[in-house]
């Protein structure tokens, strides 16, 4: 069974940089084939796709985030982290990691953290 | 980057009638890297098709896809009370992006 859970800061100010956590169980990010994403959604508002890291440690972003953008994978706590620096109001979201179907879906989500950017 | 345009915007339907939602590329896109979700409310996103066609685990067979190339369909057969909610379709393109529409809702008339 798969599941995932995101953790985090719920407010932090403009200019600082966000840290959210994904914690998995149920499948192996050193297996063949597995990736994780993370995946936003600002209040009443789309998904939008930020980032995703496979099993051998390559990794994609989205083009409009890419320079404020880092994800990074602890194998061994079963763990992807998302950082994301000079957070501003507009980042206001709810924040979701997910498992990556082999075809390219995201299959399992987490429940996601909502995080807000205020002064 | 491939934009996704979802329409209508919004979708009126009663329960029991046959929902038909639409999905464009702006670019083709390969049908194995088309998905739908189905968002209800505070929750998070559920996958509902994959591949553009294919059902994943659990979900009732009146919900199919459609559609190749820059075109593509979700349909759902008979409407129940729950599927009136919001639906996104999600691509994996040769940029090796993802990129998802900007969804439907699907509102009781």
């Not at chain 1, 994301?84 to 075809?103: F, G, I, K, W």
């Amino acid at each position: 069974q798969i599941t995932l859970k995101e953790s985090g800061p719920t407010l932090v100010k403009p200019t600082q940089t966000l840290t959210l956590t994904c914690t998995f169980s149920g499948f192996s990010l050193s297996t063949s084939g597995v990736a994780v994403g993370w995946i936003r959604q600002p209040p009443g508002k789309a998904l939008e796709w930020l980032a995703l890291i496979y099993w051998d440690d390559d990794k994609r972003y989205s083009p409009s985030l890419k320079s404020r953008l880092t994800i990074t994978k602890d194998t061994s706590k079963n763990q992807v982290v998302l950082t994301m620096t000079n957070m501003d109001p507009v980042d206001t979201a709810t924040y979701y990691c997910a498992h990556r179907h082999p075809l390219n879906a995201f299959d399992f989500w987490g429940q996601g953290t909502m995080v807000t950017v205020s002064s | 980057e491939i934009v996704l345009t979802q329409s209508p915007g919004t979708l009126s339907l009663s329960p029991g009638e046959r929902a038909t939602l639409s999905c464009r590329a702006s670019q083709s896109v390969s049908s194995s890297y088309l998905a739908w979700y189905q968002q209800k409310p505070g929750q998070a996103p559920r996958l509902l098709i994959y591949g553009a066609s294919s059902r994943a685990t659990g979900i009732p067979d009146r919900f199919s896809g459609s559609g190749s190339g820059t075109d593509f369909t979700l349909t759902i057969s008979r409407l129940e009370p729950e599927d009136f909610v919001v639906y996104y379709c999600q691509q994996y393109g040769s940029s090796l992006r993802y990129t998802f529409g900007q969804g439907t809702k699907l509102e009781i008339k």
